[in-house]
């Protein structure tokens, strides 16, 4: 990845980040006692945008993005998916539709590479735990599961 690719996407991080931040405190319903939790939350990014430290943006995105699709009220992730695509340029059938292929990759390989790939099969199992239609899937990913925390 050359030096410019890098700035872009540690741009885009940090500008996601931040805007999911204000997101949460103007429209989110946060107790006023945890503004100063996002506030400092915005320090954390901007400092490491600012050092050039990838990994801490990309794991927040990814908690981001993981918020969005399977913990948020409906109406409010309808509200901050248009928000980021008009921001942002994000269409979030895009990322499921990239998740998904992670999650294939990963069972394709055998092997969890990642913290975020292992974040990734741990969603989808809990995701399809009690659905007896998916128990060959779930077998596959706890069995990776297992391998990836001894």
Known sequence: MSNKEKEEELK???DK???FNQFMIKEGGIPSLL???????NKLIESAYLEGKIKPLKSMNADIDNQI???MPFSMAKKIKILFEERLGINYN??????KKSISAVIKRKKILTRYEYEL???RADDIYGDVNKEEELSKLNLLLAAYEK
Do not use: A, G, T
Not at 35 to 41: Q, T
Not at 94 to 99: A, E, G, H, R, T
């Open 35 to 41: 503004v100063s939790f996002f506030e400092d939350s």
């Open 69 to 71: 699709m399977k913990h």
């Open 94 to 99: 895009l990322v499921s539709l990239d998740q």
């Open 17 to 19: 980040c931040i805007l």
């Open 12 to 14: 885009f991080l940090r």
């Open 121 to 123: 099969l741990l969603e």
